[in-house]
């Protein structure tokens, strides 16, 4: 390669053109410099753009972000448990409460009288069981006495048969004595008289032997009355025997009076259960007409005032537990193939700009928003248009602390579902 050098001796005779000369190579060194350093700050600038690429790829890679996000929480409805008419108003609109302070109260005056009569049957029904009890000790003591008794009636009435029947065997052989007697005094009678019509005898003689004729037909009739007196005493001993027998069979039938009593008793017991149950409602209905709060949180949405109907089919007022909130997000559907439970998250709110909350994946959803809508997007109707669908995740906040996060305000969540 040859060098082309200018020396300054020769510079007087071509000054002019040595002049020019001069100048044109100084601005052709100027013009190449430009072209070789353009591509260098290009190259500089995209292989800053790359690795800023790749530094915001590497910041960013294994997060999934929505601000399809909100808020939600608890919303626990009050309703009263009795129908009655508003008495007080205990709270108002977005006051915080307590678990079990009082929010309404109801006129009671109707459920006290409810009350009182409830009792009353309770008193009622322990006095029916009382009775039943004494009724079923009365018949366990008598039924065996009642059997015994009417065991020994029944020995002293056959016992009593046996001695009717002996004295009419009595009374017969005594009847028969007494007409053998009389017979014989007949028969002596007519002797005498025949003896004293023929002079042969005095009339002392007919008058003694009538004497033993009469008394001998006296004491026929004395012992025929006896036999008349013991065939009476047989017939009525026999009454008596049968009448025995009867009270056995009805003392014999103590048992069953027993298990009768026993029954009583329990149809008593069963209602005086009735009515303690029916009294434990009337208690409960006197105590649901002062209206509690179920849990703590602000009261919102109230709709009571004095004086109102109620019933339990509409709600008074609404509770918001500020102390029990989590995060819904929507996230699409190509978000969630690596999404899983116990994975680390972070959201921010737009009530509280700059604040980032720190969470975790608690569930997600079984199945798309769209499928519980009311009416379900049907693809095979023929009118197809693939759209992204959004599985709802939730997340459950770990550091809320004090900062108040309401149901339903909007967040914007990342979750880290790896590096």
């Known amino acids: 390669m040859s060098t082309t050098t200018f020396d300054a001796a020769d510079a007087p005779a071509t000054q002019p053109s040595a002049g020019r000369t001069t100048q044109a190579p100084a601005a052709s060194v100027q013009s190449g410099k430009k072209p070789r350093r353009a591509p260098l700050v290009f190259l500089g600038l995209a292989l800053a753009a790359g690795a800023g690429i790749t530094g915001w790829q590497r910041l960013h890679a294994g997060l999934e972000r929505t601000d399809d996000a909100q808020i939600e929480g608890h919303l626990v409805n009050v309703a009263a448990r009795v129908s009655g008419q508003v008495a007080r108003v205990i709270v108002r609109d977005n006051q915080t409460v307590r678990e079990g302070d009082v929010l ?12 009182a009569v409830a009792e009353a049957d309770v008193e009622a029904a322990r006095a029916g069981v009382a009775n039943a009890e004494a009724a079923v000790a009365v018949a366990e003591r008598s039924v065996g006495a009642t059997i015994t ?20 065997d009595q009374a017969r052989a005594d009847v028969d004595a007494a007409t053998a007697r009389r017979t014989l005094a007949e028969t002596e009678m007519e002797r005498i008289r025949t003896l004293h019509a023929q002079g042969a005898v005095s009339r002392a003689a007919l008058d003694a032997q009538q004497a033993q004729y009469d008394q001998a037909a006296a004491q026929w009739t004395l012992a025929r009355a006896r036999l008349d007196a013991a065939q009476s005493s047989v017939e009525g001993s026999q009454g008596a025997l049968e009448a025995a027998r009867g009270r056995l069979v009805a003392a014999e039938a103590g048992p069953q009076q027993v298990e009768q009593a026993r029954a009583a008793l329990a149809l008593a017991r069963a209602r005086l259960a009735q009515a303690e149950a029916a009294r434990t409602l009337a208690q409960l209905n006197v105590s649901y007409a002062t209206i509690r709060a179920p849990r703590g949180g602000v009261v919102s949405r109230r709709t009571v005032e004095p004086g109102q109907m109620v019933d339990p089919s509409r709600a008074l007022m609404a509770i918001v537990p500020l102390d029990d909130v989590w995060v819904v997000a929507n996230f699409k559907e190509d978000q ?23 969470a975790h994946v608690e569930s997600l959803a079984g199945a798309t928003g769209s499928r519980f809508s009311l009416l379900p997007p049907d693809n095979a109707s023929g009118n197809f248009v693939k759209v992204i669908q959004r599985v709802p995740v ?24 790896g590096r």
């Open 104 to 115: 309404v109260e109801l006129d009671r005056r109707d459920l006290d009288a409810r009350l």
């Open 336 to 358: 969630v193939g690596t999404m899983r439970e116990g994975q680390r998250a972070e959201f921010t709110v737009d009530a509280f700009p700059g604040r980032r909350f720190h």
């Open 149 to 168: 008794q009417a065991r020994g009636g029944i020995r002293q009435s056959a016992s009593a048969v046996r001695s009717s029947r002996a004295s009419i």
């Open 394 to 417: 939730l997340l459950r906040i770990d550091d809320a602390g004090s900062v108040p996060l309401r149901p339903g305000l909007s967040a914007d969540v990342t979750v880290t579902v």
